[in-house]
T-cell receptor, first 113, second 113 residues
Framework: DGGITQSPKYLFRKEGQNVTLSCEQN?????MYWYRQDPGQGLRLIYY???????QKGDIAEGYSVSREKKESFPLTVTSAQKNPTAFYLC????????????FGPGTRLTVL | GNSVTQMEGPVTLSEEAFLTINCTYT??????LFWYVQYPGEGLQLLLK?????DKGSNKGFEATYRKETTSFHLEKGSVQVSDSAVYFC????????????FGTGTKLQVIP
């Protein structure tokens, strides 16, 4: 089955450590996205990528970094510069072939202790 | 820039009640419109979509009509169930340029037996 996967589901890190969240899709989508969601809040865009080897900052990119070396993969690194990294992180992908509908992964809940 | 405005939640309804969640938008061009649903601890799932004016999207008893004259895409369901309790997000993708999505802030629905 085609889909988008994120791992791990839950992640715990000590303050000051960098951590990388995985996102993989086998939908052959060109575009991929990372969102942050805080309790009771909407989605905020961190980074997005429309093609391999290219990505753009979203609304809250500070303290985060990404790479897009393969079409299928769009990992997000939460660096120690991110002041309040504890949140629920959602990855998504889309294609113009399906009206730019976003397909979401199950999310990773990051807790920084 | 683009924007999506949803009615504030939470919305609490009794089972079998009629549901309306209002959504209005501001966009250049002719956007595609979406409703997504998020159950606790999960990613978002597409509920329905409409890609041009006067289109009606429908799924699982939910409906929404793309009204260009009022720039609205209100979500309705004739008879809600307890299992419909979730957070609902209205979203748009602009017709031109890149595939960036604009989300509303989400409306939490609680259905009580």
């Amino acid at each position: 089955d085609g889909g988008i996967t994120q791992s791990p589901k839950y992640l715990f890190r000590k303050e000051g450590q960098n951590v990388t969240l995985s996102c993989e899709q086998n939908l052959n989508h060109d575009a991929m996205y990372w969102y942050r969601q805080d309790p009771g809040q909407g989605l905020r865009l961190i980074y997005y990528s429309q093609i391999v080897n290219d990505f753009q900052k979203g609304d809250i990119a500070e303290g985060y970094s990404v790479s897009r070396e393969k079409k299928e993969s769009f990992p997000l690194t939460v660096t120690s510069a991110q002041k309040n990294p504890t949140a629920f992180y959602l990855c998504a992908s889309s294609s113009r072939d399906t009206d730019n509908e976003q397909f979401f992964g199950p999310g990773t809940r990051l807790t920084v202790l | 820039g683009n924007s999506v405005t949803q009615m504030e939640g939470p919305v609490t309804l009794s089972e079998e009640a009629f549901l309306t969640i209002n959504c209005t938008y501001t966009a250049t061009g002719y956007p595609s419109l979406f409703w997504y649903v998020q159950y606790p601890g999960e990613g978002l799932q597409l509920l329905l979509k409409a890609t041009k004016a006067d289109d009606k999207g429908s799924n699982k008893g939910f409906e929404a009509t793309y009204r260009k004259e009022t720039t609205s895409f209100h979500l309705e369901k004739g008879s809600v169930q307890v299992s419909d309790s979730a957070v609902y997000f209205c979203a748009l993708v602009d017709s031109g340029g890149y595939q960036k999505v604009t989300f509303g802030t989400g409306t939490k629905l609680q259905v009580i037996p």
